[in-house]
Nanobody, 115 residues
């Protein structure tokens, strides 16, 4: 079994920053992909960013230039640095980890951007 523990969500004013963390533990041999998704009220879950084991990254167009994803392989942890946040970033953010052939999800952490 694999457990994902997320942290770092909260309430922030427009233009502010937050850093999300997700630590994986359990029966882990090799994590191929780590990433973040989000789901706003009334909308479908969407990809925010992912990072592969070789450090290749991919971002949604809406967050390019504002968000940075990184990972610490020794700690099995993925981070999402979110800058210049705006109200459209308000959503529950979910950590996602691929340990072939399985996918795992975190419980979600709320990010609210409001003045």
């Amino acid at each position: 079994q694999v457990q994902l523990v997320e942290s770092g969500g909260g309430l922030v004013q427009p233009g502010g920053s937050l850093r999300l963390s997700c630590a994986a533990s359990g029966s882990i041999f090799s994590i191929s992909r780590m990433g973040w998704y989000r789901q706003a009220p009334g909308k479908e879950r969407e990809l925010v960013a992912f990072i592969l084991s070789g450090a290749y990254t991919n971002y949604a167009d809406s967050v390019k230039g504002r968000f940075t994803i990184s990972r610490d392989n020794a700690k099995n942890t993925v981070y999402l640095q979110m800058n210049s946040l705006n109200p459209e970033d308000t959503a529950v953010h979910y950590c996602h980890v691929s340990i072939d052939p399985n996918d795992y999800w975190g419980q979600g952490t709320q990010v609210t951007v409001s003045s």
